[in-house]
């Protein structure tokens, strides 16, 4: 089925039909990203075992909910599958900032 009003920007911007959309291309479905996935205080060890039972890579309770590993197609089943994260937060980076 085509997206007509995202056919019709292309057509605006004078985009070619092969080029994929911004979002398409940053986002690859390989890599090694930390999860973390916020929970209630007190349901750690439960939103745990519910990412264990959901086939998650390396479940871990730590304060505040757990953390798994995986790449964009976890992101997107934490969201669909997960009913005891509240919120997740998927660390893409990390740097040290230095004190001035």
Same mark, same amino acid.
């Not at 757990?66 to 919120?87: F, S």
């Given at each position: 089925?085509?997206?007509?009003?995202?056919?019709?920007?292309?057509?605006?911007?004078?985009?070619?039909?092969?080029?994929?959309?911004?979002?398409?291309?940053?986002?690859?479905?390989?890599?090694?990203?930390?999860? @973390?996935?916020?929970? @209630?205080?007190?349901?750690?060890?439960?939103?745990?075992?519910?990412?264990?039972?959901?086939?998650?890579?390396?479940?871990?309770?730590?304060?505040?909910?757990?953390?798994?590993?995986?790449?964009?197609?976890?992101?997107?089943?934490?969201?669909?599958?997960?009913?005891?994260?509240?919120?997740?937060?998927?660390?893409?980076?990390? @740097?040290?900032?230095?004190?001035?």
């Amino acid at each position: 089925m085509v997206d007509i009003a995202r056919e019709g920007r292309r057509r605006q911007k004078g985009v070619d039909d092969c080029a994929p959309t911004r979002y398409e291309a940053g986002m690859d479905t390989v890599g090694d990203i930390e999860i @973390f996935l916020v929970t @209630f205080p007190g349901a750690e060890a439960l939103l745990c075992a519910e990412a264990r039972e959901k086939g998650f890579i390396d479940p871990t309770p730590i304060k505040g909910g757990a953390t798994v590993r995986g790449g964009w197609p976890e992101v997107w089943r934490v969201n669909l599958e997960l009913r005891g994260a509240c919120r997740m937060l998927a660390r893409v980076s990390a @740097f040290q900032a230095k004190l001035v």
